[in-house]
């Protein structure tokens, strides 16, 4: 048993640049898991600087000089920031209010619609089975209150937090993009100079993560703008705050368009019930469904790394259980790090031994 360990240790970490690449790798990691709370405005920021660094580089390439590049960007930055904050989450906030003075009646409704499934369909559903479902939907709806209610008694700290990161993030952001160089060159001061291997991963993880990350924003917005068009012409209610969460959902692959389809089938309904405009909101939700999935995705992520869905699913879990949020955002592109690192990783041959 100690000869094969001993045979495999030497087999992927006989080569120094791999034990750098490994110990680089486990640093990051640990940093992140440790430290991720304490460092999250630092490492937003980090995030926020790379995407807008995408528009930096354009700009130079028309011969403007970087730092005048940085203050557009920076500005435009500033201006979506602005309009997010001050614009759309205060009428998400009104939609939430409203729509939570409507669930009362909707839990009603769904009630009588499941008391009368026994009569109708004698032979599928019992009443116990319904009884079952009601009772389950009271201890949902009393979880959901003390959620709520411990919310609200956050919403303090939840405010610090918002203001902390109105004005730290940017401020970082705009440091990050202005002296990137100069940042960039003390980090690698820092770093052994055995670092061929990691400088040959990130090269390699640099261009599919900016292009993935961009295009991932890039299809947010197109589905959320496509959505919204569409409920707000159906006239179906809460048309901006639905389009959101669906415009939302393209962050998470597969379970994201399935979960969001919820609130949109239960709204449609509740509106409607099964007439023609509930009808035609699930045609063209589910045309825009595919539209997505089979036009825009592949366009956008033509250059990316074909991972299989279970792959995808198991990086999703692991990443947004570790990091949140920011784990299920680049949950494929460090699933692709980890298939990078695995192509690359030096291996040292197996020598059989030959004996007379």
Known sequence: MIR?????????????????????????FAVVLNLGTILAPVLASIVVAYLLEGLVRPLQSIRLPRMVAVLLVFMLFMMSLFFLLFGLLPLFSRQLSQLAQQVPDMITRGQQILLLLPEKYPDIVSPNQVKM?????????????????SLS????????????????????VFF??????LILGYVAGLLPKERG?????????????????????LEILVVWSATYTAFAALDLNYAPLLSFLVGLSAIIPYVGAIVVTVPVVFIGYFQWGLGSDFLWVMVVYSIIQVID???????????AVNLHPVAIMIAVLFFGG???????FFAI??????QVVITFWPRTPIILEHHA
Not at 176 to 181: E, I
């Open 197 to 217: 291997l990691a400088a040959k991963v990130w090269e390699e993880m640099n261009e599919q993560i900016g292009n993935y990350v961009r295009g991932k924003l």
């Open 176 to 181: 990050f993009l202005k002296d990137k160089a």
């Open 133 to 149: 479902v009601m009772d389950t939907m009271r201890t949902s709806l009393g979880d959901l209150g003390q959620g709520v209610l």
């Open 4 to 28: 094969v360990l001993r045979g495999w240790f030497h087999r992927y970490f006989s080569d120094p640049q791999a034990v750098i690449l490994a110990a680089l790798l486990l640093i990051g």
């Open 322 to 328: 570790v990091w949140g949020f920011w784990g299920i």
């Open 333 to 338: 592109p460090l699933a692709t790090l980890v």
């Open 293 to 303: 999935g089979n036009i825009i995705v592949p366009l956008m992520f033509s250059e």
């Open 153 to 172: 008694l956050a919403s303090i700290q939840g405010l610090i937090l918002v203001l902390l990161y109105f004005f730290l993030v940017p401020f970082l």
